[in-house]
């Protein structure tokens, strides 16, 4: 099964920068798509970013210009470089292998389970 491992939150004041890493298992990365997820307090999970097996890459309009995803397959490693961080990017951040079905992503069939997440904390 497919195994995920958040890791690279922390606190950090508003303006500031964070990167996120994301390091898989039991599958070979290259042929994956791969997924940022987060989810604040009381809020549904929301898609923040994808790396797409074929080289794209997508974000949310709310952090576009701010946050950098990429991959190295090699270390079966994905980042999320955040910058200027808001108040409003505070959540636990996820990842996961996704698939593009009818016009979205969604996490493949063989995705284990959401892990423990990495938490992101901004202050204003």
């Known amino acids: 099964q497919v195994q995920l491992v958040e890791s690279g939150g922390g606190l950090v004041q508003a303006g500031g920068s964070l990167r996120l890493s994301c390091v898989g298992s039991?599958?070979?990365?290259?042929?994956?798509?791969i997924g940022w997820f987060r989810q604040a307090p009381g809020k549904e999970r929301e898609g923040v970013s994808i790396s797409d097996s074929d080289g794209s890459t997508y974000y949310v309009d709310s952090v576009k210009g701010r946050f950098t995803i990429s991959r190295d397959n090699a270390k079966t490693t994905v980042y999320l470089q955040m910058h200027s961080l808001k108040p409003e990017d505070t959540a636990v951040y996820y990842c996961a292998t996704v698939e593009y079905i009818n016009g979205n992503y969604y996490p493949t069939a063989d995705f284990d389970s959401w892990g423990q997440g990495t938490q992101v904390t901004v202050s204003s």
């Open positions: 039991g599958f070979i990365m290259d042929y994956y798509s």
